[in-house]
């Protein structure tokens, strides 16, 4: 599996060390956990984070934007050295003008799906997508338990990238941990993020559990 922390749950203090120990265990990407207050009832981190972390990687970083206005700020998540961005579906604002924009500066674009959404709502967005961020959480937070019904989800949203012929993988947010993981594995997910669990333990003990994971 590939496997994708979200640096939301590092010990900013650390930031440089916990990364390194992220690199060590070979993650796949970083997720990084953009709050605007008003998408989502929390505030976190701006493009200066992103070029912090950019300095410490040349892995891919996926900056998830939770935001009102990704129409305003892409570039500047773009500039900071972000490889793909999340949007999500619910925002809406000059969508496909985004997509251009990401795609002309040669990143990569996904569309970020909550759970309250049906997947076939998205489908033009998940033909478009190099990876579709699934939801398993309300967004906003760390450290939410995982809603059991994403599992179900997901195997809509593999059965639909499958039957179309479209490229986009499937990354799931929210809850993932040990007693979560393999059942979105199971279910057809290609990446999994995860911030309280890799971050509350031994960082690349961790990441390897989920890395280890395989379909069964
Ligand atoms: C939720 C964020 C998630 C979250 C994951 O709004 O999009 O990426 O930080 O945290 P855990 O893995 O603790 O649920
Ligand atoms: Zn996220």
Redesign the pocket.
Same mark, same amino acid.
């Given at each position: 599996m590939l496997v994708s922390p979200?640096v939301? #749950?590092c010990r900013l203090e650390n930031l440089a060390s916990e990364i390194s120990h992220c690199e060590k265990a070979g993650v796949y990407s970083y @997720?990084l956990?953009v709050?605007d207050g008003s998408f =989502?009832p929390n505030l976190t981190m701006g493009p200066d984070l992103i070029k912090a972390v950019r300095r410490c990687t040349s892995r891919r970083l996926e900056a @998830?934007l939770?935001i009102e206005r990704p129409d305003i700020y892409a570039e500047k998540f773009l500039d900071a050295g972000s490889d793909l961005l999340f949007i999500h579906g619910e925002v809406l604002a000059n969508f496909q003008k985004v997509i251009e924009k990401i795609k002309e500066k040669g990143k990569k674009f996904g569309i970020a799906i909550n759970p309250e959404t049906p997947v076939e709502r998205m489908e033009k967005w998940i033909a478009q997508s190099d990876t579709v961020l699934l939801?398993s =959480?309300h967004? /906003?937070? #760390? /450290?939410?338990s995982f809603i059991g019904s994403s599992v179900e989800k997901i195997r809509e949203l593999r059965k639909l990238i499958d039957s179309r012929g479209y490229s986009a993988k499937i990354e799931v947010? /929210? /809850? =993932?941990n040990d007693r979560t993981a393999q059942s979105c594995v199971d279910a057809g997910a290609d990446i999994l993020? #995860?911030?309280?669990?890799i971050f509350s333990g031994d960082i690349e003990e961790r990441i390897s559990f989920l890395s280890g994971l395989i379909r069964s």
């Open positions: 979200s939301i #749950s @997720h956990d709050m =989502v @998830h939770m939801m =959480v967004p /906003g937070f #760390s /450290g939410q947010d /929210g /809850g =993932v993020v #995860s911030a309280s669990y």
